[in-house]
């Protein structure tokens, strides 16, 4: 049974998962400038690790969504290797390894992009768009 509007609590989200409290691996404040844009593609979102963190945050949100949607487990891939540093990205993977559906894409992209004053709407109002709530 999906659950109402009426029964929900506030959204309270983790300043880790916002732009400005934004932090590297090892725990330095790296604030993310509002005016930087995400555009999730074949690789998901790729940018400077040191960038990335409130990504994979996001990211570990709308996996938790998707997997919700299809009752099926879903993969988040980080991915880092000997390419420069720009190089390092974080993605979904559907069940059977296969690249995130298009309008799921657009909810990756939507979330990550959204400000951080507005990140609580949204997130109400991917969870109605996806059917999480009704």
Not at 64 to 80: F, K
Request: aromatic content about 6%; hydrophobic content about 40%.
């Amino acid at each position: 049974m999906r659950d109402s509007m009426a029964d929900l609590l506030p959204v309270d989200i983790p300043r880790d998962f916002t732009r400005n409290g934004n932090r590297n691996h090892i725990g330095h404040l790296c604030p993310v400038p509002s005016d930087l844009r995400f555009s999730y593609g074949t690789a998901g979102f790729r940018h400077n690790a040191d960038l990335l963190t409130f990504v994979v945050f996001r990211m570990g949100y709308l996996a938790g969504l998707r997997a919700r949607e299809l009752n099926r487990s879903i993969g988040i891939m980080i991915t880092a290797s000997h390419n420069p540093a720009v190089d390092n990205g974080v993605k979904i993977v559907d069940p059977m390894g296969e690249m995130l559906s298009a309008d799921w894409e657009k909810y990756a992209s939507e979330l990550v992009n959204t400000s951080d004053e507005q990140l609580p709407t949204a997130v109400r109002a991917l969870e109605v768009q996806s059917g999480q709530l009704v």
